[in-house]
């Protein structure tokens, strides 16, 4: 049986109730299938591709409008019945309303989402306003921000002291008041995270902003120990599929070199009769 898709009204109810929303990125169709036959209540097709999916070392910032479609359109179709947000890449909202419109339709026309999200506070209400007022479903994403981080000195938790923390919560209600539906808090400590929680009537999430937001987002990568080059404080690892993973292509490797496979039970079999008449067959090729 198909599985109900979650909405905007679904989310706010949630809040209300204090029933906590699960979130995971995903970037292809096999990820996006299984996470949705386990239930996720959300789906992120990340920038964080730039780092999980195509080594940059540069992390998010070469990511493309292109690229997101693509990976937004294979997620889609692994995942019909699940709330997909796409993510905003850096360059395509910071120029000006227009862009930022332009390429956030771009999502909703091409790749069929729910939701896209954009990074930053107060600086880019004038975007987050104009997507909104386009009749778009956005999420805010403030604290750490990855497509900043040069301005942050690298990867540094935020709302640490009494007047960074102020900092972020004059972002999210400014984010809050350009209309956006919901809000990503990253990197950020448990007080903040909860104070913003009980003080806006949106939805707000955690991506290492403790346990008191409405809901978390993980990186599926590091769900599933498939990522290693970085390892943040706030993940947790279900399972060490990298681990599992060059085990298993090794024994391949042995077994091609040492003739223990292919089996007979991995090959064709010719209808029989037939190995002998292609060898009368052969014969007469000369």
């Known amino acids: 049986m198909d599985k109900k898709k979650k909405g905007l009204l679904d989310f706010r109810r949630m809040k ?31 920038d964080s591709m730039g780092n999980t999916v195509y080594g940059y070392p540069s992390g998010t910032l070469p990511v493309t409008m292109d690229m997101c479609i693509v990976h937004c359109q294979a997620v889609r179709r692994g995942a019909p019945n699940t709330f997909i947000m796409g ?10 309303p227009d862009d930022a419109v332009r390429n956030a ?15 930053g506070g ?7 306003r104009a997507i909104v007022d386009a009749g778009m479903v956005l999420c805010g994403h403030i604290g750490l921000t990855p497509q900043s981080t040069g301005q942050f000195g690298g990867y540094k938790a935020q709302g640490r002291t009494a007047e960074n923390a102020l900092e972020v919560i004059k972002d999210a209600r400014a984010v809050r008041d350009a209309g956006a539906a919901m809000i990503l808090l990253e990197a950020v400590t448990p007080e903040v995270g909860g104070f913003i929680a009980k003080d806006l009537d949106i939805p707000v999430y955690s991506i290492g902003a403790g346990p008191l937001c ?25 399972a060490e599929l990298a681990d599992t993973s060059v085990k298993a292509i090794a024994e391949y490797v042995d077994d091609v070199r040492s003739g223990r496979f292919p089996e007979d039970t991995h090959c064709y079999k010719m209808i029989e009769g037939e190995a002998e008449k292609l060898e009368k067959l052969a014969k007469n090729l000369d």
């Open 16 to 46: 209300d109730e204090g029933e906590k929303v699960t979130w995971l990125t995903a970037y292809d169709y096999p990820t996006a299938c299984f996470e949705e036959q386990a239930g996720i209540d959300m789906i992120l097709v990340g």
């Open 87 to 96: 993510d905003m890449p850096f360059g395509s909202y910071q120029t000006n």
């Open 105 to 119: 339709v771009r999502f909703f026309k091409e790749a069929e989402v729910d939701s896209i999200k954009l990074e």
């Open 122 to 128: 107060r600086r880019v209400a004038p975007m987050i």
């Open 214 to 238: 409405d809901g978390q987002l993980l990186i599926v990568s590091d769900v599933l120990g498939i990522w290693e080059a970085f390892k943040p404080k706030f993940i947790r690892r279900y």
